[in-house]
């Protein structure tokens, strides 16, 4: 059921027996397992149904990295669903190497290895909405059976080729609302904002999350057991701001909350000359996917990406990755194809600060050669009208602990809480992992005969291109590990020191590959829904379903 917390009757005490706090992808998931594993659950949820400015103020705070980093508009959602409101379907689990401790990288290693996670994995099939739980370019390939969408002779054997899939994408806010507005064990309190999680004098047990809402209402609610999935910037704000008893925060004793922030960074670079048999070939470009039949089977739209061998990264030293080829369209980059673009992400239901479907009629109709130069050769993908291509790629973060959340000293938001304040730091392995993948890639696609390649200058010994950008993948601050000296959780997500605190969410993260979170952040709520069953399964479970 669904509970406007702005309603609720003031300093109301809301007793059950898991709090979730976090309404997104994790927080949902969890919630709906709970409820068919027959445990009550609150779930509390900042925003209401849909966006409005000042639930998403609150995500607002300062990035004071070296290079403008954009992290909430547009890039996190702070409604019922969360950030899959903002989200574009892509979906891959990770490499197995991901989760092995790779002697070349500081801080790499997961508690498991995938094997651990494969059939959680596949539950996330279902639940997004995707295809066969089937990630073989042969497979798709064939299924395909387009001769404009073919993969590429790789002669090096040291390029594989990947594939991904695409979710709808599954806004979880109107997917499984009605299944969560049926439940008689789920309740969801709208406009929810924890502001605190309280401890006894110990910190080793959580007691209550202190509650309040924008219009000035204020409840608590005490649990058995508490989870907090509300993203990657935000559980390690909360953890750092709950610090009444702790002085640092909660289980940040050895320092490591809001530490090891990660994000995939990504560039578009260098220029690609294709030979005519290759020239037309849909299968590894990243404007002819999603929403396009003709890289689509088994009513799943999918992309290919190239990568390295586990054995060329070992070789070179350096970090996954992942590479696709980006045609350049008339009119790209232009105010009426930016107008377009966001016109068709709205089609798509993604969230948009401020967006006016009105105003972007306007450009379009201010700049119609560009707008319609884009829109037809972006719908009828004519290639004599392809101005180039260039590589697209994105590449694994390396964990560094310099990179990370903290909460400014100077400004709070309206509920009086301190801002998150983000320093999101690159190493330089990242840049010889730009530029190595790329190299490697580009070699074997001339011994190959498929195209003549010009790149870019390195990457490596310079300062970062001005393009460089974020794929807002917020990952890793509350990082997975056996040690409370190398990680805020245990392999079950219990913050190391205390009782009854979880974590869910791409915060849990140690290493993060080259590949999309989200798939991989369900299938952890997934795993944690029955270490949570089974937790409950005591005596002291049984709390009352009543507000008091």
Known sequence: MFIDTRKVEQGSVVQTTVCIIGGGVAGITLAMELDKKGVDVCLLESGGFNPDDETRDLYRGEDVGEWKYSFADGSRSR???GSSNCWGGWCRPLDPWDFDKRDWIDHSGWPFGLSELMPYYERTH????????????????????????RRMPLVSGKVRDTISQFSPPARFGKL?????????????YLYANATNIDTDYTAQNVTRIEVATLSGNRMEV???????????????RILLASNKVQKEGLGNGNDLVGRFFMDHPRLITGNIRFTKEWSRNKLSDVKYHYMNTAVAAHGTF?????????EAMREEGILNARVWF??????????????????KQALLSKEQADWSLAKDLLTMAAHPID?????????????WLIQGVKFQLIVEPEPDPNSRVMLSPTARDRLGMPRSRVDWRLTDKVKRTFDRTLAILS??????????VELDPPVEGRKWPSDLEGTWHHMGTTRMHDSPKQGVVDRNCRVHGMSNLYIAGSSLFPTAGANFPTITLAALAFRLSEQLAREVRTPSANFSMEAA
Not at 222 to 232: D, F
Not at 443 to 452: E, I, L, N, T
């Open 79 to 81: 409604f019922l669903g």
């Open 326 to 343: 980006n045609s350049v369209f008339p009119g790209e980059g232009s105010e009426g194809a930016l107008a377009l673009f966001r016109c």
């Open 443 to 452: 070699d074997d696609m001339r011994k190959s005969g498929v195209a003549q």
């Open 371 to 383: 707008t319609l130069a884009y829109g037809y050769t972006r719908l009828y993908q004519p290639r």
């Open 302 to 310: 999918v992309a290919h990406q190239f990568a390295l061998t586990e």
């Open 126 to 149: 279902a639940l997004l909405k995707l295809g066969p739980n089937n990630f073989d370019p042969e497979f798709w390939e064939r299924s395909i059976g387009r001769p404009d969408v």
């Open 222 to 236: 005490q649990a058995k057991i508490y989870v907090l999935a509300t993203g990657g910037i935000e559980n390690a």
């Open 176 to 188: 499984y609302r009605e299944q969560l507005k049926q439940s008689h064990r789920v309740r969801v």
